[in-house]
């Protein structure tokens, strides 16, 4: 032996899918999306902290957290990106940018769409509302939420 | 201490996902591998193709070793010769199978599976290596029984474990 | 090396599938044990979370992504995952935080949420066996078990009812207990009409796919004899693993386990198991796994666990108790939380607290073990009153 190997690889694949549930907070947090197109948070008054997505504990101090408050819809652009390429590496047709909104009088936010088309006219700190899809189409999912526009 | 009152937990039935009662989001995925079958296997492989179970030697721990390795395990040093073995051996251990891999039933009446450790002719005792047993009624098979491969015609042969189609019982 | 004792314990139910993400359940559970002895997470100066794969969960970096739910923000936090192994490492992991000196308290969590995995859990140990060699015959994990328990049968002249029996004491046991997903009274009879998934293994020989976590605290003598008057000591850790190619092993006899087992016994001063050892937590995935571990873990000799099974010896009542708390079999195998729940069962008999599950005679020394990977891995910590 010692000569060259013919069979030089082998293919696979990990054929799994998956199904998650939002949990107790996340439940509460989709469904107010999908019924009533608007953000609920969680605040531990201990700590002074506002979750969004809300959640059912306090990170810092462990409180169990549990008073759903709604927080409206507008943010504040924290930090955003133009992206040129999709999730496995192809070209876009036109950039695509996703911004991380600071949801206002929340520590909290999301990261998602904006629905600006031209990069030059995005800049950290703009205002921001979320635009939502019809309520017949929501599903209770992130996609609920179209994207997030100037205002 | 583990007072029943404090335990928490929110079961849910199949159906409560499926009513839609409970919010869920699905993900599909696509995990897919190339992976570099590096020179020891690599060579297996071509062995198997060739219609051949090959097996490498310590010069150490003076093993035979099946699948065939770069470097021993034991003595944590390089192999050294490559060793023909034969195509028979001696079931260790065999199960009958009627489940897939994803936990998902045989159809009624289908042959169950006969997955089977095969100790392999010409390598060290307890070598054994995962294959399938073929042609025998699964209330023959017995652990210590001989068994001889079964291979595909040459021309269908492409590298691979399953080169060989299955293990049967013969006379030997 | 300073001594570490074992003050808080909480768990979670395990359920077939929790609304709580994994995030909430380890919550849950961490929340419990810290409220159990009353500190609070400014009283915790590191973490250690012990969950198998990222596969069950389908959340990658898991341990990172949980790591809020397990008191892990802002402190020095690790995950640790030796497959089934887990939940008795996690704590052996904490040990080394503790006795090193380097925290006076650590939190150990562990968490499974195997029912986000689709089709079905199972699935995902399609990837266990060698990608290239064994996963072309469409293997399932089932496989394993059937093949090591017909070998075990084989070697010692053994029938499916004598190991039967394993599942009906536990999963009665497991009646008894708060968390338990699948309790139930059942005969041999039953065990053995079950179906036949991969002979020799019926359905009711299989421990559920579960979601649930367990958490306990870990504390440096000084700080535990503050809290608590009865402190339960880890008096000994052991770990092992075992070659990759586990079609070359002696698929009758745990080695790895007995390896794991004896680097336990020797740190905790035990030289006679089977004499010394006053209750014990095998881990139980499948019913003939108990009797394995056993004999791998020096409580009897190669072969003898189905006769004390048999003769009631095992039983709550009996002079050895296994697995009281009703296993993995009767309380669930959400799989890195299960070892813990086992750690847990231990530390509650020797504090007198195990209620209805209680085993009598005031055991003051015991041992959880836990096993995992390709028939690879054993973990052993034995507790001391």
Redesign the interface.
Known sequence: MGKEIRTKK?E?E??????????????KFFREIKDRGTFVATKCSKCNVTYVPP???C????A?LGNYKDVGTKGTVETYTVCHESADGKKLSKPEIIAAVRLDGTDGGLVHRLSVADPSKVNIGMKVEAVFAEPAKRTGSINDILHFRPI | ????A?????????S??KDGS?LTQS?N?KLQ?A?D?GQA?GQ??DGLKDGKLVGKKCNGCNRI?I?PRMFC?LCFKETGDWVELKDTGTV?????????????RLPPGAK??L???VEIDGASE???????LGEVD?KEIK?GMKVKAVWKPANERTG???DIKYFKPYGG | MRRVAIVG?G???????????G???S??A???A???CGL???DIDMVTLGTAPD?FD?VHMKGEWLS??A?G?RKPYIRNYVGGGTGVFAPIHGFFHVASGMADSCLVVCEEKM??????P???F??I?D?????????????IF???M??YM?TYGLTKKDIALVSVKNKRNALD???AQIPENLTVEDVLNS???????NRLDISPAS??AAAVVLMSEEKARKITDRPVWISGVGWNID?A?W?????CYPRYVEKAARQAYEMAGIKEPHKEIQVAEPYDPFSYKELHHMEGLLLCKKGEAPKLLADGVTQRTGNLPICPSGGALGVGNPIAATGLMKI?EIF?QL?G?A?KRQVPGNPKVGLAQAWGDLMQVGTVVVMKS
Not at chain 2, 6 to 14: H, M, Q, T
Not at chain 2, 92 to 102: E, K, L, M, R
Not at chain 3, 195 to 201: D, G, S
Request: charged fraction near 20%.
């Open positions: 082998w696979g990990i054929p799994v899918h998956y199904l998650y549930t939002y949990g107790l907070a996340g439940e959640r059912i504990y990170e810092r101090c462990f169990e | 201490m583990l007072d029943n404090k335990i928490k937990g929110k079961g849910l039935k199949s409560d996902i409970v993900c995925p591998y992976w079958t296997v297996y492989l070793m699948p395990e260790n251990t065999f199960s009958i199978c009627y489940v897939n891999w994803d936990a998902s169950p599976h997955p089977a450790v307890g070598m054994g290596i995962l294959h399938v699964p652990i691979a474990i399953t | 314990a768990i979670t139910k395990f359920m077939r599938r929790a609304q709580e993400t995030k909430e359940l919550y849950e961490s929340k419990m810290l409220d159990s609070t997470l400014k596969a389908g809020d739910g008191g923000w029912s986000s995995c689709h089709p079905h199972q699935g995902a399609k990837t066996f990608h290239t060699l064994e996963q072309p015959l469409n293997p399932t994990l089932i496989w059937a093949l090591e017909n070998r084989h207990h708060p968390s179906e036949t998934l991969a002979w020799p293994v979601d649930g070659t190619y079609a070359t092993k002696e698929l847990i509650l504090r607290e209620g």
